[in-house]
């Protein structure tokens, strides 16, 4: 039984004008995945090295099967860390490498390498053990520091973009492992990824942007649905429209489109659409819909996404089939699919939060203090 929380981390680093990480909590309950995504510097690393020890926070708690950890190194915290690089012993073997942790907790020479023939055995390099760490592939490495993070056999596994190194296809064989090894041992697991396919291997999400939480669910309610317009422009594939939300529609230069779930409260609010859900149609169609000027497109391999302009010079990204081609200068129509595609209003709200709860020594203006979900109409 292992279970890994941490609540309300502040975190600056020396030196620096802005706390990397804002009050920021994660629990990941027993056997279970939780992945963190955001965007560069948002403070994934910075979140998970506060939960491994490595980094002592300015303020809050880190509890490792519910008790508070602050205090200890993470040798002492029931843990392990698998980092991007695979950090080999290279005077060590295949075996030797992962018999490591055994033997530093006292297993017999014999019993450890049997250990280790059994993580390796995990891991697809059963046969491997006396091979030399530096003849092997980069994804043959991972393998061995994630069977070597196994055979540690402490509670908790941390993953610091663990796969970040390796090509498409070798990435996407360690996804198919990651999910053998789960239903093996179910260990606890939280991963920080920059990859969105990587972090759905979790039963849930958490987007980190500038250093807070902004949501934390599955990845298929985070596209169905992102709470803030940051989390949105981290997953891409969606437009924003700046307008204001009246009796359940969004009002703006693009005209009146429903809001989705019962609607926003009334205010300024951005219109998140999906861009595949607006198509174009010619001026002379006879088409409902707003009249618009291709601004310029953009090619994405099968798509191609064409940023347009309504009268008064405000934008909105269509994305379209290959093939559907629009020369920039055009005039248009811009149509949406299926008014019932879901699209939602995120409203923008300032406020000084409460700045009694802040940890000494932050000097955090209004705008740093807004609490991400006061943005959010959930
Ligand atoms: N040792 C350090 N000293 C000062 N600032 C740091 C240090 N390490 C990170 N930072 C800053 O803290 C913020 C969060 O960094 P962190 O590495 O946690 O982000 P990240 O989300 O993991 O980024 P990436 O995806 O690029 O790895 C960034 O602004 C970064 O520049």
């Known amino acids: ?40 510097g948002s403070g994934k690393s910075t979140l998970l090295r506060v939960a491994a020890g490595l980094l002592r926070s300015t303020s809050g708690e880190v509890l490792v099967d519910g008790r508070d950890v602050a205090d200890q190194p993470t040798e002492r915290r029931d843990l392990t860390v ?17 018999a490591f942790a055994p033997r ?26 006396s091979r030399d760490v530096t003849s092997l592939s980069g994804g043959q490495q991972q393998r061995v520091a994630l069977a070597r993070a196994l055979a540690a056999e402490r509670g908790a596994l941390l993953l610091d973009e663990p796969f970040s190194s390796l090509d498409r296809e070798l990435r996407a064989s360690m996804h198919d492992l990651l999910v053998e090894v789960r239903a093996a041992l179910a260990p606890t697991i939280l991963m920080v990824t920059h990859d969105l396919d990587e972090a759905a291997l979790a039963e849930s999400t958490v987007v980190l942007i500038d250093g807070s939480v902004h949501q934390h669910a599955s990845m298929v309610e985070i596209y169905r649905r992102p709470a803030t317009v940051a989390v949105a422009r981290l997953l891409g594939g969606f437009t924003e429209i700046a307008g204001t939300v009246r009796d359940g529609m969004h009002h703006s230069a693009w005209g009146r489109l429903p ?25 002379d169609s006879g088409r409902a819909g707003l009249g618009a000027r291709v601004v310029r497109r953009r090619p994405t391999g099968t798509r191609v996404v064409v940023t347009l302009a309504g009268d008064d010079d405000s934008t909105v990204e269509v994305e379209l089939p290959v093939g559907h081609d629009v020369r920039p200068g055009t005039r248009v129509r811009v149509v949406p699919t299926d008014t019932r595609a879901p699209q939602w209003a995120v409203q923008h709200k300032d406020s000084p939060g409460n700045a009694d709860a802040l940890p000494p020594g ?4 209004p705008h740093e203090a807004r609490l991400p979900m006061e943005e959010t109409r959930s």
Do not use: I, K
Not at 105 to 119: N, S
Not at 263 to 283: I, K, N, Y
């Open 259 to 283: 809001v989705a779930d019962g609607g926003a409260e009334d205010g300024a609010a951005v219109l998140l659409v999906r861009r595949e859900s607006l198509r174009l149609a010619a001026t």
């Open 82 to 98: 698998m980092f991007q690089h695979p950090l080999l012993f290279e005077h060590l073997d295949v075996a030797g490498n992962v």
């Open 362 to 365: 932050f000097h955090v203006s």
């Open 104 to 129: 530093l907790a006292g297993a017999r020479r014999r019993e450890a390498r049997r250990c280790a023939q059994r993580y390796l055995r995990l891991v697809h390099l059963e046969g491997m053990g």
């Open 1 to 40: 039984m292992s279970t890994l929380e941490v609540r309300d981390v502040w975190h600056r680093y020396p030196g620096a004008d802005t706390p990397a990480l804002r009050g920021a909590s994660v629990a990941v309950a027993d056997g279970e995945m939780v992945s963190v995504v955001g965007p560069s």
